[in-house]
């Protein structure tokens, strides 16, 4: 076919469609683009949502990627506030809210994920807040203030950024987390203990081990029950307990989804003229040997741009270690790779220090690392990861042995 009527349709127009677009252009793409976005907003990056925007320290316009003007100006035709409801894959024809139809040649799918909804009692109270796009941090934002209480449960990522947040705007917050240690589901019991720390040095009341089982609301104060027959009281709720992939658009139209679109290293679905990057895929990564779905912003930018190149023609996978970090009041933690579990450790520095590294072994390779303050340590550590290779761990905790130097070892051997 001609390139320059070939049309491409983007549905999802965040972090993974907004620079999918702009990958198409600068690769080259002459044809059509339509990128399709259910939000008000141009395609913005999410990490200021529970931070600098939450905190009220930017605008909104700081998170966009480009200024709304680009789209136009690229040829880029832009549907905000507009749904994808149906695709249909034999006429390739995808149908919008308002009842429109746009014929595709290629399409993508970056329709990301949604904050998972607490299933309990009272849980459909007007305070209870989720925390996702920029109308939730804009709505959690206007709660903020000094005396008011914030109960945020669930001590993941979100919520914990979300009570930072909330202490720099004077509120009062208490962490309420069903598991042991804070972040669980994602780093060693060792950093959960040290986010627990930070957060209780800074005024939070963090609570382990909680289940909440019902919330009640009077018109001014919220109860939050406990398993245990306690209550907490507040003014705010938020809840940060997981994302979930928009995969049912794609599941109605009959592609293979299972925790997310599943793709191939190239971004492809399981019918030649999809393709799917971002939040919403599990994609093979060759480096791992496996599928695996990603909510974080590395994922969203460079599998993005790899997709879009493979769509525009080129033959090159996605295939990096997956990397991801926060920043909570002074901390800046970063994690490298996706271990199933955080077995063996070796430490670079201990939980003592304000600075340091770790990393998780499988048979005396390195399969992940975190880096506490100490980011100038991750290039290193995520190719001594990608590389696969033996290392001894007596030289890999001496931190007179520069990191940097063991990755270009590993790289020659
Ligand atoms: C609050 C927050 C903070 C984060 N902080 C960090 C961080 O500090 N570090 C980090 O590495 N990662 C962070 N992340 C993760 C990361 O930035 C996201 O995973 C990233 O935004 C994913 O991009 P995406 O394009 O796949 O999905 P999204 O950015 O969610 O975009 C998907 C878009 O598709 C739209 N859409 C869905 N269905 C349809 C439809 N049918 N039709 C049209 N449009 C549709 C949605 O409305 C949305 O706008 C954070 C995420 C959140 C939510």
Same mark, same amino acid.
């Given at each position: ?14 972090h ?5 677009a ?8 002459a044809?059509?683009i339509?990128l ?30 480009r ?25 390739q024809?995808v ?7 746009l ?78 240690e ?18 209780? %040095?800074n ?12 919330i ?13 027959g ?44 999809i393709?799917a ?63 199933e579990?955080w ?32 980011? %100038? ?11 696969? %290779?033996?290392?001894?761990?007596? %030289? ?7 990191l ?10």
């Amino acid at each position: 076919m001609n390139e320059t009527a070939r049309h491409i349709v983007i549905v999802g127009a965040g972090h993974a469609g907004g620079v999918a677009a702009a990958t198409l252009r600068q690769t080259g793409f002459a044809g059509a683009i339509t990128l399709i976005g259910s939000e008000p907003y141009p395609p913005h990056e999410r990490p200021p949502l529970s931070k600098e925007l939450l905190a009220g320290a930017i605008p909104v316009e700081k998170t966009y990627l480009r200024p709304l003007a680009f789209y136009a100006d690229n040829r880029i035709v832009f549907h905000p506030g507009e749904t994808a409801v149906a695709i249909d894959r034999t006429a390739q024809r995808v149908t919008l809210k308002n009842g429109d139809a746009l014929s595709y040649d290629t399409l993508l799918l970056t329709m990301g994920a949604r904050a998972r909804r607490l299933s309990l009692p009272g849980a459909d109270h007007p305070r209870v807040l989720y925390l996702r796009d920029i109308a939730d941090s804009l709505a959690l934002r206007e709660h903020l203030k000094p005396g008011v209480r914030a109960a945020v449960i669930g001590a993941g990522f979100i919520g914990l950024e979300a009570a930072a947040a909330a202490r720099k705007r004077g509120a009062a917050v208490t962490v309420l987390e069903v598991q042991r240690e804070p972040l669980q589901r994602v780093c060693p019991p060792e950093i959960g203990c040290f986010m627990a720390d930070l957060h209780r %040095r800074n005024g939070v009341e963090l609570r382990t081990g909680v289940r909440i089982t019902a919330i009640a609301g009077a018109d001014d104060a919220l109860a939050l029950y406990t398993a245990d027959g306690g209550t907490v009281a507040a003014d705010i709720v938020l809840a940060g307990i997981g994302a979930q992939p928009n995969v049912e658009l794609a599941q109605a139209a009959g592609l293979a989804v299972d925790n997310g679109i599943l793709t191939d290293e190239f971004g492809r679905t399981s019918d030649p003229h999809i393709f799917a990057a971002g939040d919403v895929t599990r994609h093979f990564n060759p480096l791992l040997g496996r599928k695996i779905r990603l909510e974080a912003w590395q994922n969203a930018q460079n599998q993005a741009i790899a997709v879009a190149k493979v769509m525009a023609g080129g033959n090159q996978p996605y295939a990096e270690v997956p990397w991801f970090w926060t920043d909570q009041y002074d901390v800046n933690l970063q994690i490298a790779g996706a271990p199933e579990r955080w077995g063996e450790l070796v430490w670079r520095g201990g939980v003592d220090n304000k600075a340091f590294t770790l990393f998780a072994m499988e048979g005396g390779i390195p399969v992940a690392a975190i880096t506490m303050n100490n980011g %100038r340590d991750m290039r290193a550590a995520r190719e001594l990861i990608a590389r696969r %290779r033996a290392i001894d761990p007596a %030289r890999l905790a001496d931190t007179q042995v520069k990191l940097q130097d063991l990755a270009k070892e590993s790289a020659g051997g």
